[in-house]
C-alpha cells in the first residue's frame, strides 16, 4: 500500500524558515517524481514544486522561486521542501504527492498545516 | 499560465447523473494525449485522483464516475450520483508546465 506522511509544520512567523519533510513507502520511491501541493484555507489547489525521480530536475511556481527548495534522499525515500523568507501567503496545508508522467498526482499524503503569521 | 474555469456549485439529486464541467483557456491537448485530470476532495481529506488524461479511471475508482473531452472542454460525469459523491472536485492540467494547474473546484450538493 502506498503511504505519504508529512512532517515539519506547524506555526512560523513571517520571514523565518520551516523545512517539510513526507516519508514514502509501499513503492519504489526512486522510480517515481514526487510534487508539493498546498491549499490556502477554504481555498482550492495550488502546485508547488516538483523534483525527478533523481533529482536531476526541480521546477517551481513563480511566488516560491527562489524561496523555496525541493530535494530528495532516495536511499531513506524521503522527500523534502525547505521554505526560507516565509510570508503570510504561503499559510495552507501542504500535501505530498506522487507525481506521474504527464504531470498527474496519483497518491497523497494527509497534509501538513504550515500557519505563517507573528 | 493556463487557466482552468470550473462552476463552483452543482445540486444534484442522489441517484441522478451530475456533469460537472472544466474549460481551459487554450488547449491542453497535444496528438492523442488529453492531458486534464480530475480529483475528489472530501471536506477534513486529502485529495484523491478519479480520472487521469482526461478518460482513463484511476485504481479502485468506481465506474460511475466517467471523464470525456479534448481541447479545451472537459466534462466529469458521475452516474448515478451516490451520498458518498458529495464533496469538492478539481480539474487539473499539465499540458504547459510549470506550472500544472488546478482549475477553482466544484463543491456537488444534494439539491
Known amino acids: 500500500e502506498v503511504q505519504l506522511v508529512e512532517s515539519g509544520g506547524g506555526l512560523v512567523q513571517p520571514g523565518r524558515s520551516m523545512k517539510l519533510s513526507c516519508a514514502a513507502s509501499g513503492f519504489t520511491f526512486s522510480n517515481y517524481g514526487m510534487a508539493w501541493v498546498r491549499q490556502a484555507p477554504t481555498k482550492g489547489l495550488e502546485w508547488v514544486a516538483t523534483i525527478s525521480y533523481d533529482g536531476s530536475s526541480t521546477y517551481y511556481r513563480d511566488s516560491v522561486k527562489g524561496r523555496f527548495t525541493i530535494s530528495r534522499d532516495n536511499a531513506k525515500s524521503t522527500l523534502y521542501l525547505q521554505m526560507n523568507s516565509l510570508r503570510s501567503e504561503d499559510t495552507a496545508t501542504y500535501y505530498c504527492?506522487?507525481?506521474?508522467?504527464?504531470?498527474?498526482?496519483?497518491?497523497w499524503g494527509q497534509g501538513v498545516m504550515v500557519t505563517v503569521s507573528s | 499560465d493556463i487557466v482552468l474555469t470550473q462552476s463552483p456549485a452543482l445540486a444534484v439529486s442522489l441517484g441522478q447523473r451530475a456533469t460537472i464541467s472544466c474549460r481551459a483557456s487554450q488547449s491542453v491537448s497535444i496528438s492523442r494525449y488529453n492531458l486534464m485530470h480530475w480529483y475528489q476532495q472530501k471536506p477534513g481529506q486529502q485529495p484523491k485522483l478519479l480520472i487521469y488524461r482526461a478518460s482513463n479511471l484511476a485504481s479502485g475508482i468506481p465506474a460511475r464516475f466517467s471523464g470525456s473531452g479534448s481541447g479545451t472542454d472537459f466534462t466529469l460525469t458521475i452516474n448515478p450520483v451516490q451520498a458518498d459523491d458529495i464533496a469538492t472536485y478539481y480539474c487539473q492540467q499539465s499540458r504547459e508546465s510549470p506550472p500544472w494547474t488546478f482549475g477553482g473546484g466544484t463543491k456537488l450538493e444534494l439539491k
Open positions: 504527492t506522487r507525481d506521474r508522467n504527464p504531470g498527474y498526482f496519483d497518491y
